[in-house]
């Protein structure tokens, strides 16, 4: 059975509890074809995880900064499909050292440093709710 996309209801991204996870859902104005329009951006930054990257395949997280926003979308099924959302702070710290700082060097180079550490600070408390 196909995975359905969920309808978001705010204007606003948001965390939501989903059992003991905590999950960022994306804005009401991102439907799919805006989602799709995303991670086609010229501006998206590929981040190669390994042991993919050794292998030359498809990138295992994509980001954008829209609106805002800091959106990151994973693989679900690798060379097909991505589930993008809203980035949170702590989901942002389990990458490794030299990850991030390579996500922090492209929104540098895109001139939104300061909008993608208003986002993630905005998402550091997400993970109480």
């Given at each position: ?34 989602a799709e329009e ?20 498809d990138p295992g ?69």
């Amino acid at each position: 059975m196909a995975r359905r996309k969920h309808r978001p209801l705010e204007d606003q991204p948001v965390p939501r509890r989903n059992g003991s996870r905590v999950v960022a859902h994306c804005p009401r104005g991102i439907t799919n074809a805006a989602a799709e329009e995303l991670i086609n951006s010229a501006d998206r930054l590929e981040v190669f995880l390994p042991p993919i990257e050794a292998s030359g395949r498809d990138p295992g997280i994509l980001y954008v900064l829209h609106d805002g926003v800091l959106y990151r979308a994973e693989p679900t099924r690798r060379g097909i499909s991505y589930h993008g959302f809203p980035e949170m702070k702590a989901k942002f710290d389990e990458l490794t050292g030299k990850e991030r700082r390579v996500v922090e060097a492209w929104a540098d180079k895109l001139g939104r440093r300061t909008e993608f550490d208003a986002w993630l600070k905005t998402t550091a408390d997400w993970t109480q709710t």
